[in-house]
């Protein structure tokens, strides 16, 4: 072989070393500038038209900014999100929590916020507010819920009936009208939606002290995004310095985010390892 048939197949050669090296998932995963993640519309955690994407969203973006690396949002349907994760399109989805089922298919970042939930009533018919110490407290409620919640299982388990609806938005709407006494809802999600439809009866509505239920909010992540492996340590790096330098507990003050669990929940039985769902 001539001089000029060597040097051609050391470039050969040297071009697939680089083309492997591009495109090994840990390398571009370390070098990454911009990383694709996908969420919904959860006012107001999350979503396409609030400032920030939402209180969650702000957060996240604090990670990657210390990262060094911008996060390219995509709104889509629940069920196209987490679809997006899992074919790898997108690096994580979020907020998620973690049940079994998704712990087996994904890997979840370190807790990022808590969201609470919390039994709304109409201040003008339980002017002294609510109590209750465990499930059997409830049955006594006309109890307002929306379809592809939690709390379903839990509720029918219990025996308790519930009065469903399309959305949130609904069942709101029928707790100001007295066709019902009691609803849950995420505490931010409430205030939120409560805020938004009915601006001038704010005090029309309030919330039982003792919360429903807590949940740790994380990313989803996908296990076959380019890199994911190294993305998902250096968020967990960079998560714990923006809240060893502050960022972390500046932007939770600011929204009034939850950053602990609350030691007060009501217990719903069995297991809490994977607590309810969004």
Not at 55 to 76: C, D, K, L, Q, S
Request: hydrophobic share 40%; charged share 20%; glycine share 8%.
């Amino acid at each position: 072989m001539n001089s000029t048939g060597v040097l051609k197949r050391f470039l050969r050669l040297a071009c697939t070393a680089l083309l492997l090296v591009v495109l090994s998932p840990d390398t571009h995963g370390a070098t990454a500038k911009k990383v694709v993640l996908a969420t919904g519309e959860w006012p107001p955690y999350s979503s396409e038209h609030m400032e920030g994407h939402g209180i969650f969203t702000t957060i996240v973006t604090a990670v990657f900014a210390e990262m060094g690396v911008t996060p390219v949002y995509r709104f889509y349907p629940w069920k196209r999100a987490e679809h997006e994760v899992r074919k790898g399109h997108a690096f994580a989805a979020f907020p998620y929590i973690i049940t079994p089922e998704r712990f087996a298919e994904f890997t979840f970042s370190e807790s990022i916020a808590f969201n609470s939930g919390r039994l709304f009533y109409d201040t003008r018919r339980y002017p002294e507010g609510i109590v209750f110490h465990d499930m059997n407290d409830l049955s006594h409620y006309r109890i307002g819920g929306s379809l592809g919640y939690w709390y379903e299982e839990v509720f029918k388990k219990h025996g308790i009936p519930i009065d469903y609806a399309q959305t949130d938005e609904q069942n709101i709407h029928k707790l100001l009208m007295g066709r019902i006494d009691l609803v849950p809802l995420d505490e931010a999600v409430g205030l939120y939606l409560i805020r938004k439809l009915h601006p001038d009866k704010v005090n029309r509505f309030a919330f039982a002290e003792k919360p429903l239920n807590q949940d740790s909010l994380h990313l989803m992540i996908s296990r076959t995004y380019p890199g994911s492996s190294t993305l998902t340590r250096q968020f967990a790096a960079a998560l714990e310095r923006i809240k060893t330098n502050g960022v972390y507990e500046r932007t939770c003050n600011r929204y009034g985010i939850i950053m602990f669990r609350s030691q007060t929940l009501l217990y719903l039985g069995g297991t809490d390892i994977f607590p309810g769902s969004r």
